[in-house]
């Protein structure tokens, strides 16, 4: 049974006899109104959005595909990310009012007074499963910023007629579209192939933010870190400790840890790791001079990183990875 993505690669790159795409529609997305306000582009072609897709899609084409909360920073070209649709707050809501065209058709007003507001555009496909008959949507998704829309400037022509002999004065607004797309909807997948952008466009960076203060609380609450205020210090403020911190929320990762894994972790690796513990108490501490580096190490052996795992270009976990289950 083919998968999702291989779904999207027949459609868009290989063009096989297996569907037809029916229709094609572009909006673009404004955060005027929860969780956005749609304006639909009417264009005189789409072939550039065509080809945005394929294009995207060709380059994703060899990637390797991790669960979200493996790789939250997919760059579409060697790996690509996939969650389901439930797991991105108000997508439902979002995927609702594109495939019911909800929309305000764009003007050249409209254009004028709200480019402020536009932080993306989405196309919307419609193709016929021509085995089965069936049709469904899938949606492309891609951000926008205010580089993406030109402004008249003083003293700027083009030429006007088709034999290029007259220069004419630009008074018109432009739109660039972002040719780099961040997520492909399909069935019940999302297929992430830019994170940061994704994470922009959706406000997913709240969803991670809530998931990794929740797991410090589950942290905190279980008493193993002496001194978690240091840990906490740290993650409040680093990009990179809040993404796996989320993972090890969404996987349920911390239920499995105790004092004895980070035992068994220094009995296995002895030197190089920038944590003590206390036999007695039964607790962790941070190594306050070397915070970062002890903080980083401690976040990796809850997510389960006891293998191939580096710091400071020093492999401080065994080869042979350790069982912390």
């Not at 027949?10 to 969780?35: K, M, Q």
């Not at 997919?74 to 439902?92: A, C, H, I, M």
């Not at 990794?212 to 279980?222: D, E, K």
């Not at 980083?296 to 997510?303: E, P, S, T």
């Amino acid at each position: 049974m083919q998968t999702n993505f291989e779904v999207l690669q027949d459609i868009f790159v290989n063009s096989t006899a297996n569907y037809s795409i029916n229709g094609l529609s572009a909006f673009l997305l404004s955060d005027e109104e929860e969780p956005f306000k749609l304006y639909k582009l009417n264009m005189s072609t789409h072939e550039d959005l065509r080809a945005i897709i394929r294009r995207n899609l060709e380059n994703a084409t060899d990637a390797q595909l991790f669960p979200y909360h493996d790789n939250t920073s997919p760059d579409g070209n060697e790996s690509v990310s996939f969650l389901k649709k439930d797991d991105v707050p108000n997508f439902q809501d979002i995927e609702h009012l594109i495939v019911n065209d909800n929309s305000v058709g764009l003007t050249k007003s409209i254009f004028e007074e709200s480019s402020k507001s536009m932080k993306g555009y989405v196309i919307d496909v419609i193709v016929t499963n021509n085995t089965t008959a069936e049709e469904f949507h899938v949606l492309v998704f891609s951000t926008l910023s205010k580089a993406n829309f030109y402004k008249p400037k003083k003293s700027l022509y083009s030429f006007g007629n088709e034999d290029g002999d007259l220069l004419q004065k630009i008074e018109v607004s432009h739109l660039e579209l972002n040719e780099k797309c961040c997520a492909f909807s399909i069935n019940d997948e999302i297929f992430v192939t830019h994170g940061f952008y994704f994470e922009r466009l959706f406000k997913y960076e709240e969803h991670i933010e809530n998931h990794s203060t929740a797991i410090l609380g589950s942290i905190n609450g279980s008493g193993l870190i002496d001194n978690f205020n240091v840990l906490e210090s740290h993650c409040s403020t680093n990009k990179n400790f809040k993404k796996k911190l989320f993972t090890i929320s969404t996987e349920s990762k911390f239920d499995h840890v105790t004092f004895d894994t980070f035992k068994k972790v220094k009995e296995t690796v002895v030197d190089g790791l920038y944590f003590s513990l206390d036999t007695e108490k039964r607790t962790i501490k941070i190594d306050e001079e070397n915070s970062h580096k002890s903080v980083d190490q401690i976040i990796r052996v809850i997510n389960d990183e006891a293998a191939e795992t580096l710091v400071s270009e020093t492999r401080i976990f065994a080869n042979q990875r350790i069982n912390i289950g």
